[in-house]
């Protein structure tokens, strides 16, 4: 069957109608055009004609024969833009380009804040045919080998994405930004025509090697630090401070830093009991009372409560190290480090270790920071509502009081570790 199309009054076919879905396809045909079959006056658009179920027949009389004055290879152009310039300048001369190869792209990059990366993306860029965008490319692959390697365990691995991104000359987002500002229809006829000119400009060699090699360093580097953080923590240290009682707290303090296969220490056998039972009840605690975060990430203390306790005299103190902390809330943070000071207690009590008038101190941290650190005296008195916590303070600055019950130790005892569990 054979169909007219018709546009701003100048009528064109016949055309085969299996032919017309082509047409619709390359642009050659609009949506909006008029169209008839052979032997029918009504008209009705393109879009509602193939809408439908299917077209009407064809009448008897009509024949495929008759000639037009235009054939099928006189179709009429790429349909022009119409309306004003849209934000991104989409125009006809712009409309050529992007058949020629013009890209609209992205490019990436990483930054790297202490164990946190962020990943990035630059503006839309659009790069004319025949353009690399290599200037664009180095500036913000150079941003990640200078700023966001260092990460771990992200930092590395992202920033070799980032420059693979950009070497292949980003990312290109050219089909999205032409449906927002054309629609689907023509922004996938656009990008039909484009054919082989798609594929972006070969950056220039000297660049290719250079962010290869910067790549190269990248996975060097990480694997020297990597290497030196895994002798260092292996290897016993030395702590020295003219602080009194800084160097007893360092040694402790490095204990918790890491899940190495220990989680409890102590500095007597009876200390140790009461780490162990600490940091049990506090998993316990965290599970049952806390929601978890939907995020996996990496957990240097592997998902357990590390903790030191040391117990001398009319003393107790208890270190801990809380998983994932910096996920937690406000809110969250505060309730925990209040069940910290209420679970040491429980545990002095547990072991017998409590007294009346015992001096307590609680330092709750995560990775790297304290986040709080509370004293006080400890009280047997079931009945006594008091909490018991003399001074709480929020931050690194609370680690000065744990140097002063540090300091306050007649005997410096060594630490003891609780031995590994037994392989199966």
């Known amino acids: 069957m054979n169909v007219y199309i018709s546009r701003n009054g100048q009528q064109y076919g016949p055309y085969p109608v299996e032919k017309v879905k082509p047409m619709i396809a390359s642009g050659n045909v609009s949506p909006n055009d008029e169209i008839w079959y052979e032997g029918s006056s009504n008209r009705m658009t393109v879009s509602a004609f193939f809408a439908a179920e299917g077209p009407p027949p064809l009448p008897s009389a009509a024949t495929d024969t008759q000639q037009s004055p235009l054939s099928l290879s006189s179709a009429p152009p790429v349909l022009p833009l119409t309306g004003a310039a849209t934000p991104l300048g989409i125009t006809n001369d712009l409309e050529k ?9 992205l490019f990436q990059y990483c930054i790297s804040a202490l164990v946190i990366t962020f990943k990035r993306s630059s503006g839309i860029t659009y790069l004319r045919p025949g353009e690399s965008g290599a200037g ?83 996975l060097l580097s990480a694997g020297l630090i990597g290497y030196g953080i895994y002798r260092v923590a292996q290897e016993p240290r030395t702590y020295h401070s003219s602080t009194p009682g800084r160097s007893e707290f360092d040694a402790a303090n490095d204990l918790i830093s890491a899940n190495r296969g220990t989680i409890t220490f102590g500095n ?32 240097i203390s592997k998902n357990e409560f590390l903790t030191y306790c040391a117990v001398r005299d009319n003393q107790a103190i208890f270190l801990v190290h809380v998983p994932e902390l910096r996920r937690f809330t406000s809110e969250a943070k505060s309730d925990l480090c209040q069940l910290a000071w209420l679970t040491a207690r429980k545990a002095l009590q547990t072991q017998g270790l409590a007294k009346d008038g015992m001096n307590l101190f609680v330092g709750v941290r995560g990775i790297l920071l304290y986040e709080r650190v509370m004293t006080g005296k400890l009280t047997t008195n079931k009945d006594d509502k008091d909490l018991g916590i003399d001074r709480d303070v929020n931050g690194e600055s609370g680690k000065d009081l744990l140097y002063s019950a540090f300091a306050r130790a007649e005997t410096a005892e060594p630490a003891q570790a609780a031995p590994p569990p037994p392989s199966r």
Do not use: H
Not at 97 to 105: C, F, K, L, P, S
């Open 136 to 218: 664009t490319a180095l500036a913000f692959s150079s941003i990640s080998l200078v700023l966001g390697w260092w990460g771990i365990p992200w930092g590395p691995i992202w920033t070799i994405s980032t420059i693979i991104t950009n070497l292949r000359g980003g990312k290109d987002v050219t089909l999205a930004v032409l449906t927002q500002q054309l629609g689907p229809q023509r922004a996938a006829a656009l990008l039909a025509q484009r054919g082989a000119n798609a594929a972006p400009a070969r950056f220039p060699a000297a660049l290719r090697y250079a962010l290869m090699a910067g790549a190269a360093c990248v």
């Open 268 to 299: 007597n056998a009876e200390a140790l009991a009461a780490a162990a039972d600490f940091s049990k009840s506090m998993k316990q605690l965290r599970n049952d009372l806390f929601e978890k975060s939907a995020k996996k990430s990496f957990s």
């Open 97 to 105: 380009e992007i058949i020629q190869g013009g890209r609209y792209v």
